[in-house]
């Protein structure tokens, strides 16, 4: 399967901002739709953001909408978060996921491959 390694992460503010990079490896990227989500210790795994294989549609949770940006380069092989005015409950461990399709998807079971994850913590 694609390999996938997210990076980014840190130690910010709240109200600060973070990009997240997933490189993938293995495959072209834009075989792929492409999906971001997060999980916080003892916390199930939940959805954050997606988007189809030709870039154009995309999803995001209500909780994130409006400050986070999903993108994709796949001349890079790479797809990014962009996070703004980060809060103290987005601090998760977030990871990315690649599913053979070309829709975009908020449902963990449809994905296919996953990366390591990229811890994010916001202090207030």
């Known amino acids: 399967q694609v390999q996938l390694v997210e990076s980014g992460g840190g130690l910010v503010q709240a109200g600060d901002s973070l990009r997240l990079s997933c490189v993938a490896s293995?495959?072209?990227?834009?075989?792929?739709?492409m999906g971001w989500f997060r999980q916080d210790p003892g916390q199930e795994r939940e959805f954050v953001a997606s988007?189809?294989?030709?870039?154009?549609?995309?999803l995001y949770a209500e909780s994130v909408k409006g400050r986070f940006t999903i993108s994709r380069d796949d001349a890079k092989n790479t797809v990014y978060l962009q996070m703004n005015r980060l809060k103290p409950e987005d601090t998760a461990v977030y990871y990315c996921?690649?599913?053979?399709?070309?829709?975009?998807?908020?449902?963990?079971?449809?994905?296919?491959?996953w990366g390591q994850g990229t811890l994010v913590t916001v202090s207030s």
């Open positions: 988007v189809a294989w030709n870039g154009v549609e995309t």
């Open positions: 293995g495959s072209p990227v834009s075989w792929y739709s």
């Open positions: 996921a690649a599913r053979r399709s070309s829709r975009a998807s908020s449902l963990e079971y449809h994905y296919d491959s």
